[in-house]
């Protein structure tokens, strides 16, 4: 009798690995969360690329019904949100914003201070992915730049296609000059 319960008892166990296991394999890929272009400052009169990641485009698509996002910029010290125009998704790509802080504020407000980035659907009262915490500058302190970093645009992928292509263009424009 022993033996019968002991051979229950582990096939229940197994079951429930297995049920586990199935659980673990359904859910949602992790998030690569929202990103914006590198900089050494994020100063008010610059533009800047914010990238929602296609899967995490893809699942809140899946969940809410709609595949157009927006981009919510929300000056905590000044106490006002700005909305994007609404982008499409497109199957397997990153969706991707320009955001100016500048552009985002009233004519009488400063874009000075902190900004917390959001991205939901387009008309769904959804959850929104974020919050990208930024602190804007008027300028950028001495030994930085406002400017951003080529390579923080867009997937990993885009980003090494991007530096490989700089490089063999550098290294073209060096080879024309050295002859």
């Keep these: 009798m022993k033996k019968s319960v002991l051979a229950r008892s582990s096939a229940g166990i197994v079951g429930a690995a297995a049920v586990a296991g199935l659980t673990i394999a359904m859910a949602p890929a992790a998030s690569a969360q929202l990103a914006i ?8 009169g610059t ?3 914010i990238t929602f990641p296609a899967a995490d485009a893809a699942a809140m698509a899946s969940q809410y019904g709609a595949n157009n996002f927006v981009l919510e910029a ?4 000044g106490n006002f949100t700005w909305w994007s125009a609404p982008v499409t998704s497109t199957s397997g790509q990153d969706v991707t914003f320009q955001w100016t802080p500048s552009s985002s504020v009233p004519a009488s407000a ?3 201070g902190s900004w917390n980035l959001y991205v939901t659907e387009s008309g769904v009262a959804a959850a929104a992915e974020g919050p990208l915490s930024v602190t804007v500058v008027q300028t950028a302190p001495s030994g930085t730049t406002c400017s951003p970093s080529t390579l923080g645009t867009g997937s990993a992928s885009q ?8 490089l063999l263009s550098s290294l073209s424009a060096s080879s024309t000059t050295g002859q």
Excluded: H
């Excluded at 929300?74 to 010290?77: A, D, E, G, P, S």
């Excluded at 090494?160 to 700089?166: E, H, M, Q, R, V």
């Design 47 to 49: 533009t800047y690329t």
């Design 74 to 77: 929300t000056n905590t010290t």
């Design 159 to 166: 980003s090494l296609g991007s530096l490989l292509s700089n």
């Design 37 to 44: 272009t590198t900089s050494t400052a994020y100063c008010a």
């Design 110 to 112: 400063s874009a000075v």
